[in-house]
């Protein structure tokens, strides 16, 4: 089954994610990533769009890893540490679902991630088949 975006009647439209996403596979859960490159030094230290880029680097290295792909990828959480960070991370999520289906996604503004250094952590579901 292709991915199906679910946009019920009665409930508000959406930008840059979707309600729900219907999808057939295996589910796999995807820990949260942050912006550690392979040699787990931290990327782009006090700049969200370098850090969001390398988050999502990380994620579509994991999808992957499991045989997936981003397209895979149904429900998104995203943390950050600051609101005014979200026009970059929507800038960020469009080059990584290029084909404007973006999954189901929950945006939250947190105190504090793991590591202060850290701006910006991505959790994700895909469903891979």
Do not use: W
Not at 18 to 33: E, L, N, R
Not at 87 to 110: M, N
Request: with cysteine; charged share 15%.
């Amino acid at each position: 089954m292709p991915k199906q975006v679910i946009a019920p009647e009665g409930v508000h439209g959406t930008t840059g994610y979707s309600h729900a996403i219907k999808k057939s596979g295996t589910p796999v859960f995807i820990a949260g990533q942050v912006a550690l490159d392979k040699e787990n030094n931290l990327v782009g230290a006090g700049d969200i769009a370098a850090q969001t880029d390398q988050v999502l680097q990380n994620l579509k290295a994991v999808v992957e890893g499991c045989g997936g792909t981003m397209a895979d990828i149904v429900k998104i959480t995203v943390f950050v540490t600051d609101l005014k960070y979200r026009p970059a991370i929507a800038e960020a999520r469009q080059k990584y679902f290029p084909d404007g289906v973006y999954p189901a996604s929950t945006f939250l503004v947190v105190s504090s991630l793991a590591t202060p250094q850290f701006l910006v952590e991505i959790e994700a579901v895909a469903m891979i088949l």
